[in-house]
């Protein structure tokens, strides 16, 4: 969830251009991509030939690229500013001004946060400089190749490796040729923008599934990864398409597709103030969010395959042989999180064939939990600095437990403490309820299941490949229950006005209850309570009376016609019914009330998809209540005290 701007303008001179300087521009649009998050930035800065900014030496490619980098969280960008404004003061007292520039905030998933890892990255020369959104899932094999032929890289990220790969392709051709042969080496996602200091008229952009907009305005070209940074700089908006690459001017836009052939822009209609283009058009923060989902499981997917076909983890710490030895898993995590290992248990123990144990992180270091070297505990908190959790990971450690971290935020606390991590590639979270991050927590669990079936030789490779392509098929899964948002704003309006909900479930279905009725009680402040189906009849049945609600998780799973007996035994209390039904089961639709449907999803892997039309339903419940879902009272989006 990094952000892109790259301008280029006609003129020079900040008279001619009635604007501030062409740097002040450039973090006045990254402060507009905040929103987003970010723990570092940078920019990088050229001359327009005439200003005799270039090398007159033909025989080296001297650095005429100036480049401002900044690691300080989220005041890089102020920090920035003060870096740059003896540059500019030195500028304007020349009479000149930069006529081109690229900027970045990053959000760390390659490599922790630090100036060294802060956009642009630059070839070996200096004259190239790149910023990057997305994944270079190859990052491995081209770093090998890269400095087996003498390529110096000085930073941790996969990012940087674009400008290298630029440099050996830009020898012979121009810029735009050098980016689309280079870009022909990388398999990912990515939008990248590319400046040379020796093409003082053009910046070369890219895009493959990350998004890139473009602006044209007088004299002026602007391109980021959002709207906001290119509002009041453009006045027509342009969305290049996947796998096209386009050169950038202030006299226009060549647009290609990767194999060089010209393309057609596609305009788009732009009518948005500041404050909904930050949120994409949705209401609110936490709309957008839901609908993030896809992206965000498909990026934390990304680059997890090796071209060998085996599973790989972001940083494992602990060796093969230690992890393999593991005889007992334990899960510690908080909310949400806690929720994620519940889901996550059904994958371990299934594919893994290892006992796991499911704590609430509070709860957790006063239990007196029995630990060993073979033990591993994994601790799950978006921020990476929720206290109970924190506390949870330092009791396992001083018990000479294994340790993995999974977390939204790199070089966080939590990460920094353990054996091994896995990110979760969600981008930041605003609404202070955990939407996106809890589908990515549920889905690096169920990668690290596979990752340990693979090291236990407990699934052939094929297998292996056969279940990891079943998980990338939920991404499109999700997506159909997210077009269904109005299908649950129907139900919504029925139930909004009671006050005591009931959620069930049973197997993968008792913990997306569970978050389900965390999710209306976080938001639309209602009593919701969640159990297993199978406990009814010892105990909460008695609480159902004519007119209760009880949303009953009854898709296609093992235990789904026990469900029918439980949807029965509340009906015939005089319960209204609510289902999350799969497609075509008009079985367990007729026994409802109100049926939310969702696609069939491979077993185990279900509860990804399950719990859409539950977020969906407390989020239109606290809508029509006229509640604030990006800030409910008494919540905060990280816990760092106990």
Not at 349 to 364: G, Q, V
Not at 396 to 412: F, G, L, P
Request: include cysteine.
């Amino acid at each position: 969830m990094c952000g892109i701007v790259a301008i280029i303008r006609s003129h020079t001179t900040l008279e001619e251009n009635n604007l501030e300087s062409l740097p002040e521009v450039l973090i006045s649009s990254l402060n507009r991509l905040e929103y987003r998050g970010y723990d570092s930035a940078g920019i990088a800065l050229g001359y327009a030939e005439e200003d005799g900014v270039l090398s007159t030496d033909p025989d080296t490619r001297r650095p005429t690229i100036e480049r401002f980098r900044a690691a300080v969280s989220t005041r890089s960008l102020e920090e920035l500013k003060k870096q740059v404004e003896p540059a500019v003061h030195s500028a304007h007292t020349a009479g000149r001004d930069y006529n081109r520039g690229i900027g970045h905030t990053r959000w760390a998933t390659h490599g922790r946060p630090s100036e060294q890892n802060a956009h642009p990255h630059q070839d070996c020369s200096g004259s190239i400089a790149v910023v990057h959104n997305g994944i270079v899932e190859n990052w491995r094999e081209l770093a090998d190749e890269l400095t087996s032929t003498g390529h110096l890289l000085e930073s941790e990220t996969d990012s940087e490796l674009i400008a290298h790969l630029i440099e050996e392709e830009i020898g012979d051709t121009d810029m735009l040729e050098a980016t689309r042969r280079a870009i022909k080496r990388i398999n990912g996602s990515f939008a990248i923008a590319v400046m040379d200091a020796n093409s003082p008229h053009s910046l070369v952009v890219v895009r493959r599934l990350s998004p890139l907009v473009i602006g044209t305005g007088k004299g002026i070209c602007v391109t980021a990864s959002d709207i906001p940074a290119l509002l009041g700089f453009a006045d027509a908006y342009y969305v290049l398409e996947d796998d096209e690459i386009a050169s950038i001017s202030p006299d226009g836009i060549h647009a290609f597709d990767f194999a060089g052939n010209p393309a057609q822009l596609h305009p788009i209609p732009v009518s948005w103030d500041i404050d909904a283009a930050q949120k994409s058009g949705y209401d609110d923060f936490m709309g957008k969010e839901l609908n993030e989902q896809p992206a965000a499981i498909k990026d934390t997917l990304l680059g997890r395959m090796t071209t060998a076909g085996s599973l790989t983890l972001d940083e494992t710490r602990i060796d093969d042989e230690s992890l393999r030895d593991v005889d007992k898993v334990f899960v510690v995590g908080c909310g949400s999180s806690y929720h994620s290992g519940l889901i996550g248990k059904y994958t371990l123990e299934h594919w893994a064939r290892i006992p796991t144990e499911i704590d609430i992180s509070s709860e957790f270091r006063y239990r007196d939990p029995i630990l060993s070297s073979s033990s591993l505990v994994i601790g799950v908190s978006q921020s990476g600095e929720t206290m109970d959790t924190l506390r949870a990971i330092s009791l396992a450690k001083n018990s000479k437990a294994k340790v993995i971290s999974i977390s939204n935020v790199v070089d966080s606390s939590i990460t920094r403490h353990t054996g091994g991590v896995i990110y979760t590639r969600a981008g930041p979270e605003v609404g202070v309820a955990a939407t996106k991050t809890f589908s990515t927590q549920i889905t690096a669990l169920q990668m690290l299941a596979l990752y340990l079936a693979q090291l236990r030789g407990l699934l052939y490779p094929d297998e292996i490949g056969s279940l990891f392509d079943q998980m990338r098929t939920i991404p499109d899964l999700v997506q159909t229950a997210l077009d269904r948002s109005e299908e649950v704003l129907t139900v919504a309006k029925e139930i909004a006005d009671r006050r005591d909900l009931f959620y069930i479930g049973r197997n993968t279905g008792y913990p997306v209850a569970l978050e389900g009725a965390l999710k209306m009680k976080e938001i639309a402040y209602l009593r919701a309570e969640a159990y297993p189906a199978g406990e009814l009849k010892h105990g909460p049945i008695a609480l159902i009376e004519p007119g209760t609600i009880v949303i009953a998780v009854a898709t296609r799973g093992r235990l789904w016609e026990k469900m029918h007996t439980n949807i029965s035994e509340v009906k015939s209390r005089g319960a209204t019914v609510v289902g999350i039904v799969n497609d075509e089961d008009d079985q367990t639709a007729s026994l409802v009330d109100y049926a939310l449907f969702v696609p069939k999803t491979p077993p185990l892997l279900d509860a990804v998809v399950d719990v859409i039309p539950l977020q969906f339903l407390a989020y239109h419940v606290a809508k029509l209540k006229g509640l604030n879902v990006d800030r409910p009272r008494n919540l905060a989006k990280t816990v760092t005290v106990e």
